[in-house]
């Protein structure tokens, strides 16, 4: 009898360590389920992200009919020019370089 006892002792021992390992395994599909959402949404998100920005042409118009483009405006200016300030109602632009500040004139 003693050895019968002995075997059932052993049994349920063993038995502790086969749940460890069975909570052990839900962990391990938590992660890999995880992992799994995080590529679909990159997935995702690459699909709806545009391959290429469209170009924003930006055009400035006065109330007596002239109109000028950002790139115009650019090539009116000093090289080097930090900022930029468009007065329609003065027909001027007026610029920032380090210290220096001027106008030119926009028509």
Same mark, same amino acid.
């Given at each position: 009898? @003693?050895? !019968?006892?002995?075997?059932? /002792? =052993? #049994?349920? $021992?063993? +038995?502790? *360590? %086969?749940? &460890?390992?069975?909570?052990?395994?839900?962990?391990?599909?938590?992660?890999?389920?995880?992992? @799994?959402? !995080?590529?679909?949404?990159? /997935? =995702? #998100?690459? $699909?709806? +992200?545009? *391959? %290429?920005? &469209?170009?924003?042409?930006?055009?400035?118009?006065?109330?007596?009919?002239?109109?000028?483009?950002?790139?115009?405006?650019?090539?009116?200016?000093?090289?080097?020019?930090?900022?930029?300030?468009?007065?329609?109602?003065?027909?001027?632009?007026?610029?920032?370089?380090?210290?220096?500040?001027?106008?030119?004139?926009?028509?």
């Amino acid at each position: 009898m @003693a050895v !019968k006892e002995e075997a059932k /002792k =052993t #049994v349920k $021992k063993a +038995a502790p *360590a %086969k749940k &460890a390992a069975e909570k052990k395994a839900p962990a391990k599909k938590a992660a890999s389920v995880v992992a @799994a959402a !995080k590529a679909e949404v990159k /997935k =995702t #998100v690459a $699909k709806k +992200a545009p *391959a %290429k920005a &469209a170009k924003l042409e930006i055009v400035i118009e006065s109330p007596m009919g002239g109109s000028i483009t950002t790139e115009e405006i650019a090539a009116k200016l000093p090289k080097g020019v930090q900022s930029v300030y468009v007065k329609v109602e003065q027909n001027k632009l007026w610029w920032v370089k380090g210290e220096e500040t001027g106008s030119v004139e926009i028509w």
